[in-house]
Structure formats: C-alpha cells, structure tokens
C-alpha cells in the first residue's frame, strides 16, 4: 500500500511531495523533499494553544458562531469577543479529549488538528 493509498480512499491522488512518513510514538516527520515539518502529537496540555488557534482560525465561521452563540445563551445579533470564542474552543476541547481524540500541531504551531 502507498503513501498516496492510505489518504485518498478515491481515485484521485493528492498533488502534494509527501513521500514518506515515519511514525514514533509522540511525533510524525513528513518528508517533503529537503524540507521536514515536525508534527507533534499531545494531549491536555496542547488545548490552550490549540484552542486560539483553532478559535481564530473559524472566527469568522457560522458555524462556529453558531456554537458560540449557544453556549453562551445569546442572541444571533451578538457580538462575540474573542476571548470567549478561544474559551468556547477550549471548553468542547477539554469535553472531547474524555473520548479518545489526539491533539495535534505542525510546524510550531502553524497548524493544529483534533484526529
């Protein structure tokens, strides 16, 4: 099975120079020709910075907003501060780390993930 097998279950093949990738049991190094991204894998102590990062990255999501709006029992014509967007992100981060998923960054922090 290639590398290009185990992400794309369809037919059509990723444009991406990912050749290789090597596993341990806290990190994964994707080879990318003479450039390596670390990738980092934690737990609890990766939801504050996953939290902002996620939290900004969706601040202009309806989604996301939607989900804000919710939790905090307001209206749709509210205005969200920011820092209650990152501990909104943060508060359903905390709740879904109780059922398995791994927190995940690249590149110090210039992407994150909940797998």
Known sequence: MSHTDLICESNVKPQCPCILLEHTISQIHMNMGSS???????GE??????ANLLALAFLNDPVARYYDLIDNDLPNTSAIEVAKRVQGTSDRLKHRIKVGPHLV???????????
């Open 45 to 50: 102590e990766y939801i504050p910075q996953l």
């Open 36 to 42: 390596a991204i670390k990738v980092t894998v934690g």
């Open 105 to 115: 960054e690249a590149g110090d922090w210039a992407a994150g993930a909940v797998w």
